[in-house]
C-alpha cells in the first residue's frame, strides 16, 4: 500500500466556478483518487478554495461587501457545487483560516532563516485612479523577449519567460486599461537563483521517470533558463502578515497569495490530521520519502507548482546554495507530478464570465446529470491539448454512449431477469462466447486501472465503453430474448448470469468516472447503493491558532465554515478494484433509466441562453486569480 497525496489545485473564491475549471482540477483528480483508494492505495485529496489577494478585494468593492463577506458567500457556493459533482475530497477548506494562517507563517520563517528569503526594493504597479496594487497577472503588455502582445507581468505563455510588470512594454491593468503607475516598495523576494541547481536536479530526476507529460516538464524545464529573485509579498492589507519583526506590525504588507495558496496543500492535510483527532498523521504523507504526491491543476499554473511550490519546499528543507536546517515540519516531500491539464474552451471561444461566455458548475448541474458533465469531461475533456465543449457534442456523448450504449445494456439486463426469474439466476454450462466476455471484461481491470494510474484517463474510459460495447455485442448474437422454451431455460438463466456479471464488473469498472450512475446500478443489481463512496458537508469550528501579526481580535475570526470530507474506504460499501462474483438469487426489480436522454432542442435552448444572457461580473479577468 503506497501512501498517495492527491493535492487539487484551489479554486478562487473570487466567484463562483465553471465547467473549465472542474474540467482542469476537478473531475481528473477525483477520478484517479477513487481509482487509487480501489487499488488498495492510502490517498489523501485535499483543497480548499483560495481568499486572500487583491482580486478579492476588486469582487467585494464591485459587490459592496466586505472580503471576508465575498469568500464566505463564494466558499459556500463552490463547497456545494463539488460536493453535488461527487469530488471526493478528504478534507477541502480554505485559506482564511487560523490553521492555514498559521502554516504558511511557519514555512515563510522556516525559509528565511535558512536564507532564501531575501529582501529587496522593488516597483510595484499601481492603479493610478484607486491607488490599489495591481497583482503581476492584472497587468499585461507587449514582451519584451518574444513581442507576444498579451503578456502577463509574471510570465509571456508564448515564449514561457517569467517577466516582471516593469519589464512589459506598454503595461496596461487588465481591470480597466489603465496605465500603471510603479513606485518603490521594500519586499521580500525567493532567492531562486540560490535554489537554482537544486530545482533543475529536481525536474531532471523527474524528467527520467518518464511519468510527467512532455509539455508540462520541458515547460518546467524551461523556466529554468531565467531564474530571478520572485517577491513573495505584496502591498496589500488582505492576507498574511509577515512573521518577521519591523513587518508583523505593517497592516499594508501581506505575503504574496500564490505564496500562501501553495502551502495550502500542506496545511489541508495538518488540518485533516487535527479534525481526525491524530494530529500528526500528516508526516506519513509530507515526511514519508516512500510517499507519492500529484499535483492537479490547469497548464496556467505550472510555473508555480513545478517552481515555486519545489522552491519553497527545497528553501524549507535548506537544500539550496546556501544549505539550511529544516524547520519544524522536517523535510517536506517534493511533488512526484505535476498533472497539468490544458484549457477547455466553449463552443470555440475561450470561457469568460463577464462576456457571458460561461456555464457555471452549479447551473449546469441543475439542469443536467452530474454525470453526464463527468462522462464530457473524461472522454473529451483537455487532457493533453486544448478541447472545446460544445452543446451538440454534450447532447451526443450524452445520448448515443451512456443512454444507448452503457444505460440500454443496464437496463435491458435488469428487464431480461427481472422478467424471466425476479432475481439473478445461476450459471449453468458456460459455452466458449460465455467464457470470451467475461475474460475480456476481467481483464479490463488491467488496462483501465493503469491508464488512469498514468493520467491516461481518455484512453481508460474509451477501453471501458469498448467493453461496454462488447457486452452488447455479447446480447446481440446470443439473443436472449428469444429464448422462451422450458428446455432452453437453463441456457437463458447462463446468458442472464453472464451479462448480470458484465454489467456489474463495468459498473466497477466505470465508478471512478460515473460515482452517482454507479450507485444506480447497484441498485438496479440488487444492492443497496452504497457502491461508490460519495463526499458530505461538514459545518466546522476554526482552530483558535496564535497567528503572529494580528492579534485575535484581529485575526481571522473564530468561525464555523463548511468543509467537504467523507468516509472513501473500509466497509462502507467500499470495492477494491477487481471482478467481484455475483450471488444468485439476489431480487432483481424492473428498473428505471439510469440516464435521462435529452431532446436535440437543448442545443438551441444553450446556445440561445449562451448568446443571449451575460453574467454582468463587470471586467474582472477571468481565470486571473492571482
Known amino acids: 500500500m503506497t501512501k498517495v497525496l492527491s493535492a487539487v489545485a484551489w479554486p478562487y473564491a473570487n466567484g463562483p466556478r465553471h465547467i473549465g475549471?472542474?474540467?482542469?482540477?476537478?473531475?481528473?483528480?477525483?477520478v484517479f483518487s477513487r481509482y487509487m483508494r480501489m487499488a488498495g492505495h492510502d490517498v489523501l485529496m485535499v483543497s480548499g478554495t483560495d481568499e486572500h489577494g487583491t482580486p478579492i478585494l476588486v469582487a467585494a468593492d464591485q459587490a459592496g461587501v466586505t472580503p471576508r463577506e465575498l469568500a464566505d458567500t463564494n466558499n459556500r457556493i463552490i463547497v456545494e457545487d463539488l460536493v453535488n459533482l461527487g469530488l471526493s475530497y478528504d478534507l477541502f477548506t480554505r485559506t482564511t483560516t487560523r490553521n492555514h494562517y498559521a502554516v504558511?507563517?511557519?514555512?515563510?520563517?522556516?525559509?528565511?532563516?535558512?536564507?532564501y528569503m531575501i529582501e529587496q526594493t522593488t516597483f510595484g504597479a499601481i492603479s493610478p485612479s484607486t491607488g490599489r496594487t495591481l497583482p503581476d497577472r492584472y497587468i499585461e503588455g507587449t514582451c519584451p523577449i518574444c513581442g507576444a502582445t498579451d503578456a502577463r507581468g509574471d510570465q509571456c505563455d508564448t515564449c514561457g519567460n517569467q517577466l516582471d510588470p516593469t519589464d512589459l512594454i506598454d503595461p496596461r491593468s487588465k481591470i480597466d486599461g489603465e496605465k500603471p503607475e510603479f513606485v518603490e516598495s521594500q519586499h521580500f523576494f525567493l532567492d531562486l537563483p540560490a535554489l537554482a541547481q537544486a530545482l533543475a536536479?529536481?525536474?531532471?530526476?523527474?524528467?527520467?521517470?518518464?511519468?510527467?507529460?512532455?509539455?508540462?516538464?520541458?515547460?518546467?524545464?524551461?523556466?529554468l533558463k531565467d531564474m530571478r529573485p520572485r517577491a513573495m509579498t505584496r502591498d496589500i492589507d488582505w492576507g498574511i502578515p509577515i512573521p518577521l519583526d519591523g513587518w508583523r506590525d505593517q497592516p499594508g504588507k501581506r505575503l504574496y497569495v500564490w505564496f500562501d495558496a501553495v502551502i495550502g496543500y500542506l496545511s489541508a492535510s495538518i488540518e485533516w490530521a487535527r479534525?481526525?483527532?491524530?494530529?500528526?498523521?500528516?508526516?506519513?504523507?509530507?515526511?514519508n520519502p516512500e510517499a507519492v504526491s500529484y499535483y492537479f491543476q490547469g497548464k496556467d499554473n505550472i510555473t508555480f507548482h513545478s517552481q515555486i511550490w519545489p522552491a519553497e519546499l527545497l528553501g524549507y528543507r535548506g537544500k539550496g546554495d546556501k544549505g539550511g536546517e529544516p524547520g519544524e515540519y522536517g523535510?517536506?516531500?517534493?511533488?512526484?507530478?505535476?498533472?497539468?491539464?490544458?484549457?477547455?474552451?466553449?463552443?470555440?471561444?475561450q470561457f469568460s464570465s463577464s462576456r457571458g461566455v460561461v456555464i457555471y458548475v452549479r447551473d449546469m448541474l441543475s439542469r443536467y446529470q452530474p454525470d453526464a458533465l463527468r462522462y464530457f469531461i473524461s472522454a473529451a475533456g483537455p487532457e493533453t491539448s486544448d478541447s472545446d465543449f460544445t452543446w451538440a457534442e454534450f447532447?451526443?456523448?450524452?445520448?448515443?454512449?451512456?443512454?444507448?450504449?452503457?444505460?440500454?445494456?443496464?437496463n435491458r439486463t435488469a428487464s431480461m431477469i427481472a422478467k424471466s426469474f425476479g432475481e439473478i439466476p445461476a450459471c449453468g454450462p458456460l459455452e466458449a462466447g460465455d467464457e470470451e466476455v467475461l475474460a475480456a471484461v476481467r481483464t479490463g481491470f488491467a488496462g483501465v486501472g493503469e491508464a488512469i494510474a498514468h493520467h491516461r484517463q481518455r484512453a481508460a474510459l474509451a477501453e471501458a465503453m469498448r467493453l461496454v460495447g462488447e457486452v452488447n455485442a455479447y446480447?446481440?448474437?446470443?439473443?436472449?430474448?428469444?429464448?422462451?422454451?422450458?428446455?432452453?431455460?437453463?441456457?437463458?438463466?447462463?446468458?442472464?448470469h453472464v451479462l448480470a456479471q458484465c454489467v456489474s464488473d463495468l459498473n466497477l469498472l466505470l465508478s471512478p468516472f460515473l460515482p452517482h450512475s454507479s450507485n444506480a446500478v447497484h441498485r438496479v443489481l440488487g444492492g443497496d447503493g452504497t457502491l461508490t463512496p460519495m463526499p458530505r458537508i461538514e459545518e466546522v469550528e476554526d482552530f483558535p491558532d496564535m497567528v503572529e501579526g494580528l492579534p485575535d481580535a484581529v485575526g481571522p475570526a473564530l468561525h464555523r465554515y463548511p468543509v467537504i470530507t467523507g468516509t472513501y474506504t473500509g466497509p462502507a460499501g467500499f470495492r477494491p478494484w477487481q471482478s467481484t462474483p455475483?450471488?444468485?438469487?439476489?431480487?432483481?426489480?424492473?428498473?428505471?433509466?439510469?440516464?435521462?436522454?435529452?431532446d436535440p432542442s437543448v442545443v438551441d435552448d444553450e446556445l440561445g441562453r449562451l448568446h443571449g444572457e451575460s453574467e454582468g461580473e463587470g471586467a474582472v479577468p477571468e481565470g486571473a486569480a492571482q
Open 104 to 115: 504558511v507563517q511557519e514555512l515563510f520563517r522556516g525559509v528565511y532563516r535558512n536564507g
Open 201 to 223: 536536479e529536481f525536474l531532471d530526476a523527474r524528467e527520467e521517470t518518464g511519468l510527467w507529460r512532455t509539455n508540462v516538464i520541458r515547460f518546467s524545464q524551461g523556466l
Open 331 to 349: 523535510e517536506l516531500t517534493l511533488p512526484t507530478e505535476v498533472v497539468a491539464s490544458e484549457f477547455m474552451t466553449m463552443e470555440g471561444k
Open 275 to 287: 479534525r481526525t483527532g491524530d494530529p500528526d498523521r500528516w508526516r506519513e504523507w509530507w515526511n
Open 21 to 30: 475549471h472542474v474540467a482542469g482540477f476537478g473531475v481528473p483528480s477525483d
Open 395 to 410: 447532447v451526443q456523448r450524452t445520448n448515443s454512449e451512456l443512454v444507448a450504449g452503457w444505460g440500454n445494456l443496464v
Open 475 to 496: 446480447v446481440s448474437r446470443t439473443e436472449p430474448f428469444k429464448l422462451k422454451g422450458e428446455d432452453q431455460r437453463e441456457r437463458l438463466g447462463t446468458i442472464l
Open 582 to 598: 455475483i450471488v444468485p438469487g439476489t431480487p432483481i426489480a424492473k428498473p428505471s433509466p439510469i440516464f435521462t436522454k435529452l
